[in-house]
């Protein structure tokens, strides 16, 4: 009985977490379309659905990797330290690896509000891990308080740059970015993330298992994003 109640205030809790960032994403849509430019806009919603192809390809998927291992290790805080400096570590290695390709490909491509993007890329990789690392961590009223902080900062800054300052469509992938920011800050100091920071707990084989289990996905992810978003660029 209790782990059924555990199931369903689980369940709950992710649920409102999830749905306050989409339903506020969608009270923002009146707001885009009556002050930005028709062109800026769409321009930005399409980047904004290349941005959620990108970033579980550059993160390989580790996000749900990382959730999964955890929950196995709850009262072990040894294997929790491993766990996350492993994961940790990699995202710096896969963070600066998607850097190095994007500056380079901004030599060869004309993208408009490239900087925006890659700051917006970078910053959406390390709130979808650290959000996962609460989640594994059992922790899933912080997970969404955090979810909610992030909805919250985007609507307002969104309102205070696009309606107050008049600034152009990029704004909504700064507002985005220092929203998420905000997040990755919370969860740092709630979960105390740095006690689990090491550098001689990185482990090979630890993370052997883990790319293991994530990189089989990242096809399902693309599937989904074909299914859900192709659209927008066929548009």
């Known amino acids: ?10 369940t709950l809790i992710i649920f409102i977490g999830k749905f306050c960032t989409q339903f506020i994403s969608f009270l923002l849509i009146p707001l885009y379309t009556k002050i930005l430019l028709t062109s800026d806009y769409g321009y930005i919603d399409l980047i904004q659905t ?19 291992f955890l929950i196995d290790v709850r ?20 963070i600066f690896i998607a850097f190095l390709i994007l500056f380079i490909l901004k030599e060869f491509i004309n993208i408009k509000y490239v900087y925006a993007i890659i700051i917006n890329i970078i910053v959406l990789s390390i709130s979808s891990i650290i959000l996962q690392i609460a989640r594994g961590l059992g922790d899933n009223v912080g997970y969404s308080i955090a979810s909610v902080i992030c909805g ?16 152009d469509a990029s704004f909504i992938l700064i507002s985005s970015s220092i929203a998420n920011f905000f997040c990755i800050i919370f969860l740092i100091i709630k979960e105390k ?13 630890e993370l052997k298992k ?26």
């Open 152 to 167: 919250v900062v985007t609507v307002i800054l969104n309102v205070w740059f696009i309606m107050f300052l008049k600034k």
């Open 210 to 235: 883990m790319l293991a289990y994530s990189i089989p996905m990242i096809p399902d992810g693309l599937s989904w994003w074909i299914i859900n978003a192709s659209d927008r660029t066929i548009i």
């Open 50 to 68: 290349y941005i959620t192809l990108f970033v579980p390809i550059i993160i390989l998927r580790f996000d749900s990797s990382v959730f999964r």
């Open 193 to 205: 993330l740095y006690k689990y920071l090491s550098v001689n707990k990185l482990k090979k084989h």
């Open 75 to 94: 009262d072990n805080e040894n294997k929790k330290t491993v766990i996350i400096s492993s994961t940790i570590l990699l995202l710096i290695f896969q």
């Open 1 to 10: 009985m209790n782990k059924s109640k555990d199931l369903i205030k689980n």
